[in-house]
């Protein structure tokens, strides 16, 4: 694949796959259409045969090439399959041409600050497991570092002090930003407000801009209830001290944290399927 993406990418060597498209032709002719000198063609023809492109013949005095359209074929398909691996419904890039959409608008409207104070998010999840299972994997650092971030990113540094004025440190980076050297995605900085284990959470969480500087404050608030299938947890952000450098934060929160409670649900639908199958391997034994 390699050898034929080079082959390709010469636009004088594409011009004679154009031209051979149509039929076999000489080396002559193909010079004389390509306006190109005939030493020049014969090796751009020589690469192409090579790269298994083309095929050729000598009849008489002249070498007649001719197209192979087996691997274009097989070249086409792979660009199709990138192609809708890129535009699955649902996928990565849906998601980021959303947010870019959000981007725009959230950037168009941050003209001054406090331009966005007031403004609310509401989330609702029915979860898997009773509440004491949901409030841990809400409160406890290694529960948290499986579902606190959007999808594509993974937690590099996480606190949560599970008490009133407990510290948080939210940081987080590309998911294959395996060994750190690539730049910090975000950063965040908070306080716990209210405990009620079980029950309620209420905490203040600020990301940083690039300065150090608090790009908001969001005031989230979860509230638990037990059902008849788990727990149904409620979200409300509600966001106050927004600066004009708070667009790009504000304009992922929607699909970011929404990206971040499905990774929740998942995880503990997950650990229940676990704990399930071993219950169902002890009892055969």
């Known amino acids: 694949m390699d050898a034929l993406l080079t082959a390709l990418a010469d636009p004088a060597r594409w011009r004679l796959v154009s031209l051979l498209a149509e039929r076999p032709r000489p080396v002559g002719v193909l010079a004389q259409l390509a306006q190109a000198r005939q030493p020049q063609t014969t090796k751009h023809l ?11 013949h000598r009849t008489g005095q002249r070498r007649v090439y001719a197209l192979q359209p087996a691997p274009l074929r097989d070249l086409a398909a792979a660009l199709g399959r990138l192609a809708d691996t890129a535009d699955q419904a649902g996928g990565p890039r849906e998601t980021y041409d959303r947010y870019g959409l959000s981007l725009d608008a959230e950037r168009f409207a941050a003209k001054e600050p406090g331009w966005a104070d007031g403004r609310s998010f509401r989330f609702s999840r029915s979860l898997t497991g009773p509440p004491e299972l949901v409030w841990r994997h809400l409160t406890e650092a290694p529960l948290l570092v499986r579902w606190w971030t959007p999808d594509d990113l993974r937690v590099s540094e996480l606190v949560f002090e599970a008490r009133p004025g407990g510290r948080i440190i939210h940081e987080y980076r590309d998911a294959e930003d395996a060994d750190g050297s ?6 965040a900085e908070g306080v716990v407000d209210d405990v009620h284990p079980g029950a309620r959470l209420a905490y203040r969480l600020s990301p940083l801009l690039p300065d150090g500087s608090l790009a908001f404050t969001s005031h989230v608030d979860l509230d638990l209830r037990p059902s008849s299938t788990g727990t149904d947890l409620d979200v409300h952000w509600r966001i106050t001290g927004s600066t004009v450098g708070s667009a790009d934060f504000i304009a992922g929160i929607e699909i970011g944290f929404g990206q971040s409670l499905d990774k929740l649900a998942a995880t503990l639908a997950a650990d229940l399927r676990d704990t399930e199958h071993d219950t169902d391997t002890r009892s055969t034994k």
């Open 46 to 56: 020589q690469t192409l045969e090579r790269a298994g492109l083309v095929t050729s």
């Open 182 to 187: 690539d730049v910090v995605a975000g950063r």
